[in-house]
């Protein structure tokens, strides 16, 4: 056995780095992956981050990409655009009450009772249906608002996202306003038969 000198203590370092050359060469025989797998591009392995769909955090964990709320506020903006164009739900309601209040008017019935029966609830119906769509964009938006609040904290919500919910918030609230008018007959109501 040798005594302990600098050229031992040398040879005992190379042998122990021999031993983890070929530890890390089983583990690598082994998995059948790259021992270290953060290797640059010149080396050819792509690292983890590239290889997921997804990025992951600080503590591997996959971080949320914020598709779910860009789609959101994407659809709160539509439903705002559709509550005040009165989509084609609101057309076909109009258009049955229409029928509706045709079949039940007699032929012998006021004009006022006929203009109620057959516009009047025609034109409540289509505001009903662009009132629930103004709604539906107002709640929709809102989510999309408030969701980073219960997210991951510290990743912010994206520009854009936050902008287009704006916008489904705004045309929700004004198709919500306009909704309620027509309703109400405040805007655009019957005219009088007299």
Known sequence: MATKTAEGAEAGTEAHKDDETVAAGTTEEETGAPAAAEETDEGGARTPSEEGDEPE??????????VGQGAGAVVSAALGLVSLS??????????????????????GASV????????????????????L?????????????VRP???????????????VAWAGVSLGVIGLLLAVLKYSDALLGLPSAG
């Not at 955090?57 to 990409?65: D, F, I, K, N, T």
């Not at 769509?133 to 608002?145: C, D, E, I, S, W």
């Not at 609040?149 to 902008?163: C, L």
């Open 133 to 145: 769509f103004a709604l539906a964009a107002l709640v929709t938006g809102v989510v999309v608002l």
């Open 149 to 163: 609040a219960f997210g991951v904290p510290g990743r912010p919500q994206a520009p854009w996202i936050r902008s």
């Open 112 to 131: 006022a009772t006929q203009l109620k029966e057959v516009y009047g609830d025609a034109w409540h119906s289509t505001a009903l249906w662009a009132g």
């Open 57 to 66: 955090g600080a503590a591997g964990e996959r971080v949320p990409s914020g």
């Open 86 to 107: 009165g989509g084609w739900i609101g057309t076909v309601a109009g258009a049955r009450e229409q029928l509706v209040g045709q079949l039940r008017t007699s032929t």
